[in-house]
């Protein structure tokens, strides 16, 4: 999830887990003993957060903070060894091994795939969410019950480029433009003579190619899956996404990073040779520190109304025993409360997961002081989550192989998104 505060996130398959997920409810048992404590009384939670850089020192301090005014708690914040991207790998292994953390920082997308283990605790009685963020709200409620706490909240919106625009004679973005304007603009934008783009989109396939198409699937009508889960629900409207990426492509106006995380694509953008990239607040640290003169505007839509996306990430707790699970749920818990919330993300560049947190001053006078940011504060409000599914990651993996396709002009709109639905069909027809 992190840059100087985080990185687009690379939301990985998760495929070849499956079988290890569905191992680790009877070789978990085989694993610790249960309450864990020290002399004393103490009870250690041992938490594998993945944060590096700006984020793991803001995370440090919160800890330290927590076993300052906890006694008889002791967070041990080792990380897990491996970043935020390959946690689920780690923790996978963990949980088939009979060795895994108390609380661990679980993508929102995995959440429902993790949960088949029974070692993950269910925190519908503990956990009090009704300030949080709607879209907080359903990135960790699994089948109608709570399965994490909230960790870290975002939202997609359009950045762009101040400099670029004047140069090219364009009005900025404002609220309620389309996605014909977005492409007509960065169709304008494009300079080849000076390796401008208009725009950008990472090509690798993984869910940071595909959690960007679904504000345009959902202003359309269409959703992931229908409400029998049986088949994908975006069948009717995707040739008309696919069709918007083609335009872009067929205008020579995009950008399109061949490399896992959107590395390159920000690259291109920091330096000056890109008009707008959609992204989270995550990437507005290292467009100020670059000095660039930027802009924030809403997502575009087919309709002109608003609407966009939150990829919420949470703190996932694991079941080492009733003592272990009463301690971690406290600490996940205490981060959650808008005192920490806050700094939590003005410290490690997140947004509020409470509409109290956003109400605090300390929040608002951080929002007022970076430009941009309350444009995706304000796009909570319409913000959308992907289903929290176990089918979830098997749909994004084809539908990120067909929009490759359609990005690097393998297959056409309608082909790409024919053979996309026949083969998420078919996976759900088995899982249903």
Not at 15 to 40: H, I, W
Not at 87 to 96: D, E, H, I, N, Y
Not at 122 to 129: C, Q, V, Y
Request: hydrophobic share 40%; proline share 6%.
């Amino acid at each position: 999830m992190p840059s100087p505060i985080r990185r687009a996130p690379t939301r990985r398959d998760i495929l070849r887990f499956t079988a290890a997920l569905a191992a680790a409810g009877t070789l978990a048992a085989c694993g610790k003993s249960s309450d864990d404590e020290e002399a004393g009384g103490v009870v250690t939670v041992d938490l594998w957060h993945g944060q590096t850089d700006t984020g793991k020192k803001a995370l440090d301090a919160l800890i330290k903070q927590f076993n300052e005014t906890h006694p008889l708690i002791k967070v041990v914040g080792g990380g897990g060894g491996v970043t935020a991207d390959s946690m689920l790998q780690k923790v996978t292994a963990g949980l088939a091994a009979g060795s895994f953390p108390d609380v661990a920082y679980i993508f929102g997308s995995d959440l429902a795939s993790m949960t088949r283990s029974p070692k993950v605790a269910d925190l519908s009685a503990s956990l009090d969410l009704k300030d949080c963020w709607p879209a907080a709200r359903e990135a960790v409620t699994v089948q109608g019950k709570v399965r994490a706490a909230p960790a870290l909240l975002d939202s997609l919106c359009v950045v762009y480029n101040k400099k670029l625009f004047a140069a090219a004679g364009l009005p900025e973005p404002k609220a309620g433009w389309t996605w014909d304007d977005f492409t007509s603009t960065a169709q304008k934008l494009n300079n080849p003579a000076k390796g401008v783009f208009g725009t950008g989109w990472p090509g690798v396939g993984d869910e940071d190619t595909v959690w960007r198409l679904w504000p345009m699937i959902w202003d359309l009508g269409g959703n992931v899956v229908s409400e029998d889960g049986k088949s994908v629900a975006f069948d009717k409207v995707g040739e008309q996404v696919f069709g918007t990426l083609d335009r872009l492509r067929t205008d020579k106006s995009l950008y399109i990073d061949p490399k896992p995380g959107g590395e390159q694509l920000y690259q291109v953008f920091l330096g000056g040779r890109m008009g707008m990239v959609a992204t989270g607040p995550w990437q507005l640290p290292d467009v100020i520190d670059k000095g660039v003169d930027y802009g924030v505007a809403p997502l575009p839509s087919y309709s002109g109304k608003p609407v966009t996306i939150s990829g919420p990430d949470t703190w996932t707790v694991f079941d080492n025993g009733k003592a272990r699970v009463k301690a971690a749920t406290e600490f996940v818990k205490w981060l959650n409360d808008p005192q920490q919330d806050v700094r939590w993300d003005i410290e490690a560049g997140s947004l509020p997961v409470s509409t109290t947190t956003a109400a605090l001053p300390a929040w608002k006078k951080h929002a007022a002081s970076t430009k941009g940011l309350q444009v995706f504060v304000d796009a909570l409000e319409t913000a959308r989550v992907r289903p929290v599914i176990a089918a979830y990651p098997k749909i994004s993996q084809q539908l990120g192989q067909a929009t490759v396709a359609v990005l690097l002009g393998r297959k056409s709109p309608g082909d790409a998104l024919g053979e996309c639905v026949r083969q998420c069909n078919a996976l759900l027809a088995v899982l249903s």
